[in-house]
């Protein structure tokens, strides 16, 4: 490779990092794993001939699928024998980044787990085709698939997607009050208020990951939920501090124990009330918590 060629190559990549890093991030769950793939991605790019590439974002967006398709399936063995429930690893988002509506919704916690839901190839091309608009054709050339049986995916991924998704986008000012409520009733433990700020039908999904204290099921209602997070608050040994923040493009609160970063809560907020409370422990997964993680759709 030429050095002029070289050049015209890390500045295709620099250009694209974070489009890349969200399209491998959204088919993972896992920004560890996103990493490593954007690796890999990078080191087949640099032996492309880019003279005989039409489209770099493109081409860039293929090799990235192919690595995250082939790691999805060794993660899906690796999952078989995770503790408790599995939750993606959150990323701290820059605070605008819930204002686009499309990319705030495509990586919250919410959706994140509806996909997990999806076969890997369904997964992959719903995520091309509805947050990144690659055109089929792309698509088909990234999981090997004729256009027309990437269209029959999409389809399909798309209805199982909508049935399953959040149901309604709600207001900044509506997100930041419940987020509000939320942190002062759990601070003070104030029972009355946890009960007026969660929704009767709440979930909980914790992830401990079977390296700390969390539920191995997920936690229906509101009662169950408070019994959740104030046992757990009374069990620790310490002090306990929580800091609101924007987690996957939506609310959260992170929770610190002697200044240490403990846990996170993400929330699902809906007509003002919390509808999921996403509670990951696994030490593992809160590396991207301390600085923000750019995003991109395009």
Do not use: C
């Not at 620099?14 to 794993?33: C, K, M, P, Q, W």
């Not at 085709?129 to 054709?137: H, I, T, W």
């Not at 608050?233 to 310490?238: A, S």
Request: aromatic share 6%; hydrophobic share 45%.
């Amino acid at each position: 490779m030429t050095d002029h060629t070289g050049d015209q190559a890390t500045e295709a990549f620099v250009e694209h990092r974070n489009l890349l890093f969200t399209v491998a991030y959204e088919i993972l769950g896992s920004a560890a794993d996103a990493e490593d793939v954007l690796q890999e991605t990078w080191l087949r790019w640099v032996k492309v001939d880019l003279d005989q590439v039409r489209d770099q974002r493109a081409y860039l967006i293929r090799i990235t699928t192919r690595q995250s398709l082939n790691r999805l399936r060794t993660m899906q063995r690796r999952r078989e024998s995770y503790v408790g429930p599995w939750l993606p690893e959150p990323l701290r988002t820059a605070p605008d980044t819930a204002e686009d509506a499309d990319l705030a919704e495509s990586v919250s916690m919410a959706m994140m787990l509806v996909l997990e839901t999806l076969s890997p190839t369904e997964r992959a091309v719903f995520v091309l085709r509805e947050a990144f608009e690659v055109s089929y054709d792309e698509i088909a050339a990234a999981v090997d698939k004729s256009p027309a049986a990437v269209r029959q995916i999409a389809h399909r991924a798309r209805q199982h997607v909508d049935a399953r998704r959040p149901r309604k986008v709600v207001s900044a000012g509506e997100r930041r009050a419940a987020l509000d409520a939320f942190q002062r009733a759990v601070e003070t433990s104030d029972l009355q208020a946890l009960l007026q700020v969660l929704a009767p039908d709440v979930v909980v999904v914790s992830d401990g990951g079977g390296l700390k204290q969390a539920a191995l099921q997920p936690v229906f209602g509101a009662e169950k939920a408070i019994r959740l997070f104030v046992g757990s608050m009374q069990k620790v040994g310490g002090t306990l501090t929580t800091e609101p923040t924007v987690i996957n493009g939506g609310p959260a609160l992170v929770f610190r124990l002697d200044g240490e970063i403990d846990s996170v809560a993400a929330l699902r907020i809906e007509d003002a009330r919390v509808t999921g409370i996403y509670y990951v422990r696994n030490p593992e997964k809160l590396s991207r918590i301390e600085s923000e993680t750019p995003l991109a759709l395009h």
